[in-house]
T-cell receptor, first 116, second 116 residues
Framework: DTGVSQDPRHKITKRGQNVTFRCDPISEHNRLYWYRQTLGQGPEFLTYFQNEAQLEKSRLLSDRFSAERPKGSFSTLEIQRTEQGDSAMYLC??????????????FGSGTRLTVV | AQKITQTQPGMFVQEKEAVTLDCTYDTSDQSYGLFWYKQPSSGEMIFLIYQGSYDEQNATEGRYSLNFQKARKSANLVISASQLGDSAMYFCAMREGQDSGYALNFGKGTSLLVTP
């Protein structure tokens, strides 16, 4: 297993366009998390899935943000009608229920979004 | 609600010296977990060390150790024998509760620069 993969690594889009990011977690991990990281800040939790169920989504930043994990494997994060304030790094992480702290969360390298 | 505070925006250390990165936290939970992550310029979050609130001994992982002072609510990271490759952002984080699937709550981070 090569870890958590995120695609694309970089995305430049015009304001008002929709964008979608993909995350492929470690295959045996049933939990998947999305975070947003703006410049000079730590990652901020957005939402998480346990298998295909999205169990927490109240912290998605607005109704323009949505996420799916249709078969409990990969996940997508979509931002509709992008705004310049959406420019940030979007990080995905996965973990296994009953994790051990020493290897509890594995992060991807992130997708850097720039809205122009 | 939890809060993680990292008061050092940037730190310098000379190669082979030790450095301490500060982290204080606030939580009403009796059981909690604290993490340190390293984020190089490539963007991925690399797990360094974990401390459980009931762990009797301070955690150590190679050149990393955690100076855990529960009464003072501090969990400082000590890096011994700094190397040039240690230059990166360092984040302190606390595990949230079950409602968010035990997602991580991060501080703002400290930028560490190791000089020759």
């Amino acid at each position: 297993d090569t870890g958590v993969s995120q695609d694309p690594r970089h995305k430049i889009t015009k304001r008002g366009q929709n964008v979608t990011f993909r995350c492929d977690p470690i295959s045996e991990h049933n939990r998947l998390y999305w975070y947003r990281q703006t410049l000079g800040q730590g990652p901020e939790f957005l939402t998480y899935f346990q298998n295909e169920a999205q169990l927490e989504k109240s912290r998605l930043l607005s109704d323009r943000f949505s996420a799916e994990r249709p078969k409990g494997s990969f996940s997508t994060l979509e931002i509709q009608r992008t705004e310049q304030g959406d420019s940030a790094m979007y990080l995905c992480a996965s973990s296994q229920e009953g994790w051990r702290a020493s290897n509890g969360y594995t992060f991807g390298s992130g997708t850097r979004l720039t809205v122009v | 609600a939890q809060k993680i505070t990292q008061t050092q925006p940037g730190m310098f250390v000379q190669e082979k010296e030790a450095v301490t990165l500060d982290c204080t936290y606030d939580t009403s939970d009796q059981s909690y977990g604290l993490f340190w992550y390293k984020q190089p310029s490539s963007g991925e979050m690399i797990f360094l060390i974990y401390q459980g609130s009931y762990d009797e001994q301070n955690a150590t992982e190679g050149r990393y150790s955690l100076n855990f002072q529960k009464a003072r609510k501090s969990a400082n990271l000590v890096i011994s024998a700094s190397q040039l490759g240690d230059s990166a952002m360092y984040f302190c984080a606390m595990r949230e509760g079950q409602d968010s699937g035990y997602a991580l709550n991060f501080g703002k981070g400290t930028s560490l620069l190791v000089t020759p």
